[in-house]
């Protein structure tokens, strides 16, 4: 409940904020990214790279494996330093901590489909079947069902805990931590959580402001974006 | 499936509104960021319940009329109906757990 009946009602306005003309079509919400467009930032290729980005790219490298540098980290690569910061940040949140890598990426999976980023639809269901996932596990993290994901009961709890800091973080209450407690939830777990809602709400929203397209390494789940399209 | 249909006209209303089954309609205004937050959790409700469950969205500012008569204090609001009556309502975000597991328990009343 953000806005009260009379606040709303009687005026009627004429909203821009996150709209876009996309074809013929407005667009509103976050995804309005256009894939004939190109981004809006320098995405520098590998080979082109020097100097502090040459050496983010490097680091990478090493640890995703040759050519396995997202656009995305060419986008942040902008700013080197905290490029630099933000991929060693990933890193712990990914290697560190007591909740699985399954549970991580199922959740920036959701927040990637919730936040309607196709890029990060793509990366994030890699590799959420690279962390074990089946195709119909990644299917109903795109649909927001845990119950289907083969997660622990408190992965479960957590799950849906992430979706709804992601959609209303005030709207959470003691009772919520609760029951999360009963579930065997630690502080570390929440914190583990909503670290994960805040990594994959900052790519998505990078991406989408800067209109960041997929990898091409990637090839799984993508399109997500025309889908959504013809569905609005 | 991360989007609903908008009722953009009231003839699509009223045609939502006649049709049998359970229908949800997710009622929202353009500015309203915990509205566009929460839809993808209603069209993916809609979507799992392979047709038991018809979802809709609709603009509590294109519709003033509607929206008084359902007495919309807010947004975003959910309204359940059953047969085209009105038979539950909820406000504020929801996950799609919390949306199946309330769609359900008024389905079985």
């Known amino acids: 409940m953000i806005k009260l009946y009379d606040d709303f009602l009687p005026r009627k306005r004429i909203t821009v904020l996150a709209t876009a003309l996309v074809g013929n079509t407005i667009m509103t919400g976050q995804w309005s990214r256009d894939a004939s467009t190109p981004p809006f930032i320098d995405l520098v290729p590998i080979e082109q790279a020097t100097g502090a980005r040459k050496e983010l790219y490097g680091e990478m490298e090493r640890v995703r494996g040759q050519g396995r540098v997202s656009n995305l980290f060419k986008a942040y690569a902008a700013f080197p330093a905290l490029a630099k910061a933000n991929f060693q940040r990933l890193m712990v949140l990914l290697s560190q901590g007591n909740l699985s890598v399954k549970f991580k990426e199922a959740v920036m999976t959701a927040l990637a489909e919730a936040n309607k980023c196709d890029y990060c639809v793509s990366f994030h269901a890699t590799a959420l079947r690279n962390a074990g996932a089946s195709d119909e596990e990644v299917v109903a993290a795109l649909e927001f069902d845990p119950d289907r994901i083969g997660l622990s009961d408190k992965e479960k709890a957590l799950f849906n805990y992430a979706l709804k800091a992601n959609g209303d973080p005030h709207s959470i209450v003691r009772a919520d931590i609760e029951e999360l407690r009963r579930k065997g939830a630690s502080d570390c777990d929440l914190i583990e959580t909503l670290e994960t809602v805040n990594t994959g709400n900052s790519f998505n929203l990078i991406n989408g402001a800067l209109n960041v397209g997929p990898d091409d390494f990637l090839s799984y789940m993508k399109g997500r974006g025309e889908l959504w399209k013809k569905s609005a | ?109």
């Open chain 2, 1 to 109: 499936m991360a989007t609903l249909s908008d009722l953009t006209s009231a003839e699509r209303v009223d045609a939502a509104l006649a049709a049998r089954g359970l229908l949800v309609l997710d009622v929202y205004t353009q500015s309203c960021i915990i509205c566009r937050r929460m839809e993808p959790m209603v069209a993916a409700v809609a979507v799992t319940s392979a047709g038991a469950i018809r979802a809709h969205k609709l603009d509590a500012e294109r519709h003033a009329e509607f929206a008084a008569k359902y007495d919309i204090r807010g947004v975003p609001t959910l309204l359940l109906f059953r047969d085209g009556r009105l038979i539950d309502r909820r406000s504020g975000f929801s996950t799609a757990s919390a949306l199946r597991d309330w769609i359900g328990a008024k389905a079985r009343e």
